[in-house]
Antibody, heavy 117, light 110 residues
Framework: QVQLRESGPGLLKPSETLSLTCTVS?????????WGWIRQPPGKGLEWIGN???????YYNPSLKSRLTISVDTSKKQFSLRLRSVTAADTAVYYC??????????WGQGTMVTVSS | QSALTQPASVSGYPGQSITISCTGT?????????VSWYQQHPGTAPKLLIF???KRPSGVSYRFSASKSGSTASLTVSGLQAEDEADYYC??????????FGGGTKLTVL
């Protein structure tokens, strides 16, 4: 079955760049779906970060757009997130997910990222 | 973009039905039939319950149903069971080619 797994550093200092990768297994990353990132600060709700298509087409949350880059590596079946100049407000569980029919149907387990000096 | 509006909490007794509302605008919920609902138990990833306003993915219980009227979507959980106690989130595609989530609703089974 299709599985997604996030990976990346769990602790960052303010002003550093957050880099996460999502590895897709059990499915081709070029199979016509969008792939997305969603985050959830501790004790709070979900926030959509952005989506990418295998062609490289991206859609970003306007509130994060100036700091955000989402990319895809089809040969590795991975897509990645880079968020620059992080602050404590970026502390959250970060999820990657498959976007099908305008919904997120398969999610990774999530990875906790803490920004602290 | 502003989050969709959901009640912070709802509750019900086993066997009863509850409804969670999700209010947006004509630029999101009211403008597209692309509302989805998610269930999240503590410490786990969200699970898709409903897509395209009222469609259930394979494997999701028939006790979960949903609808939309204007800019407000609703999720109904019928025949409440203890395992339904969780957080529920709505989401909608928007006119800016973005997605927006609701603030979440905590369902307590009394």
């Amino acid at each position: 079955q299709v599985q997604l797994r996030e990976s990346g550093p769990g602790l960052l200092k303010p002003s550093e760049t957050l880099s996460l990768t999502c590895t897709v297994s059990g499915s081709s990353i070029t199979s016509g779906f969008y792939w997305g990132w969603i985050r959830q600060p501790p004790g709070k709700g979900l926030e959509w970060i952005g989506n990418i298509y295998h062609s490289g087409t991206t859609y970003y949350n306007p509130s994060l757009k100036s700091r955000l880059t989402i990319s895809v590596d089809t040969s590795k079946k991975q897509f990645s997130l880079r968020l620059r100049s992080v602050t404590a407000a970026d502390t959250a569980v970060y999820y990657c997910a498959r976007n099908v029919d305008y919904a997120f149907d398969i999610w990774g387990q999530g990875t906790m990222v803490t920004v602290s000096s | 973009q502003s989050a969709l509006t959901q009640p912070a909490s709802v509750s019900g007794y086993p066997g009863q039905s509850i409804t969670i509302s999700c209010t947006g605008t004509s630029s999101d919920v009211g403008g597209f039939n692309y509302v989805s609902w998610y269930q999240q138990h503590p410490g786990t990833a969200p699970k898709l319950l409903i897509f395209d306003v009222n469609k259930r993915p394979s494997g999701v219980s028939y006790r979960f149903s949903a609808s939309k009227s204007g800019s407000t979507a609703s999720l109904t959980v019928s025949g409440l069971q203890a395992e339904d106690e969780a957080d529920y989130y709505c989401s909608s595609y928007t006119s800016r080619n973005t997605w927006v989530f609701g603030g979440g609703t905590k369902l307590t089974v009394l």
